[in-house]
């Protein structure tokens, strides 16, 4: 049974092609459902996985056609609410509610907007909206895209969205970049650590020619190409740095046989630099045993208390067989 599910579930991954809609975009609230999940590993209470100690998740649902496809996104304010954009050309908003325990219980204030050319129109064509990584500063949302491979800065308004005001020069060559394997992580690195705040971008699977996957420093003192060591044949979805400057990378591997798996690799900060092959320890893997599916978003906040939180979110690629969910762990850093 688990077999026959997770062969559908990883057909239906890589044939899903969700709709776009063309015409004046407008800012659509939907109401978001959710079922609770208080197991990470299906069936047991386990709740520490490797330096991961989980907390609580969601799966979400919308009676609306444009929800899913939830590709990345970012916290603007810890825990709470969010910015994040879809593969199909989406802009969404939110916040995430907690019970008592401080347990995520529901989603608020979600809102999506379609992406916009000059004349405030919706882009109808998904190659040039295939957003897929988000990093967010001072007020600016950039944006990562593939198959028409670009980075782009956006001035944030919940209300109104507009056309980006910035593209930048992502260093990487773009004929390395493959039509499906461009830039999935977007993310700033710490003010204090050895990048001095720069931007960071890395790409899903576009390997050089020693199979190692092209990533780039965009600016500050270790500005340059670099490579991320390719370990097995999971491929990176997103990536958000921790206090100490390392690169937590988000990772996801499918096939026919296995279904979805999801893994979570810490990049060590010293092998950030031009020319280098950075690489680190994984700190946790599951598989469909646990309640995953196609992990594709993450960041990583402080909690009041000062817990060292990594909240996920997965892409349903707007499929019946598969979920948009959030999850949410504390990092335990000693």
């Not at 659509?28 to 069936?43: D, H, L």
């Not at 931007?199 to 199979?211: I, N, R």
Request: hydrophobic share 45%; net charge negative.
């Amino acid at each position: 049974m688990r077999t026959w599910f997770a062969s559908l579930a990883a057909l239906a991954f890589l044939a899903a092609a969700p709709p776009v809609l063309a015409g004046p975009s407008s800012v659509e609230p939907v109401a978001v459902s959710v079922r609770p999940i208080s197991q990470f590993r299906i069936g047991r209470d386990d709740r520490l996985f490797g330096p991961l100690e989980f907390v609580g998740g969601l799966e979400m649902t919308a009676p609306v056609r444009d929800f899913g496809a939830l590709s990345a996104f970012r916290f603007l304010k810890d825990g709470s609410d969010f910015i994040g954009v879809a593969d199909t050309g989406f802009w969404f908003f939110g916040s995430v509610e907690r019970d008592a325990g401080g347990r995520p219980s529901g989603i608020a204030g979600f809102h999506m907007q379609q992406m916009v050319d000059k004349d405030g129109k919706a882009i109808a064509k998904k190659w040039q909206v295939d957003a897929e990584g988000l990093a967010v500063r001072d007020g600016v949302a950039t944006v990562g895209f593939e198959r028409n491979h670009r980075v782009a800065q956006y001035r944030i308004d919940a209300g109104a969205m507009k056309v980006p005001f910035r593209q930048l020069d992502f260093l990487v060559p773009v004929e390395e970049l493959r039509q499906n394997r461009g830039f999935e992580t977007v993310a700033y690195a710490n003010s204090d650590g050895p990048l001095k705040g720069a931007l960071v971008v890395v790409s899903e699977k576009s390997l050089d020619k020693a199979g190692n996957v092209f990533a780039a420093v965009l600016e500050g003192p270790r500005k340059g190409v670099f490579t991320v060591r390719r370990d097995g044949d999971f491929d990176i979805t997103d990536g958000a740095f921790l206090p100490n400057g390392d690169l937590l990378l988000l990772e996801r591997s499918f096939s026919i046989a296995t279904g979805v798996r999801m893994r979570l690799r810490r990049i060590l900060a010293e092998g950030i630099a031009p020319g280098a092959v950075a690489d680190g320890p994984v700190l946790m893997q599951a598989d469909m045993g646990y309640q995953i599916d196609n992990m594709e978003g993450m960041d990583v906040w402080r909690r009041a208390d000062g817990a060292l939180m990594v909240s996920l979110m997965s892409d349903d690629n707007h499929s019946i067989l598969q979920r948009n969910l959030y999850l949410e762990f504390i990092l335990h850093e000693d």
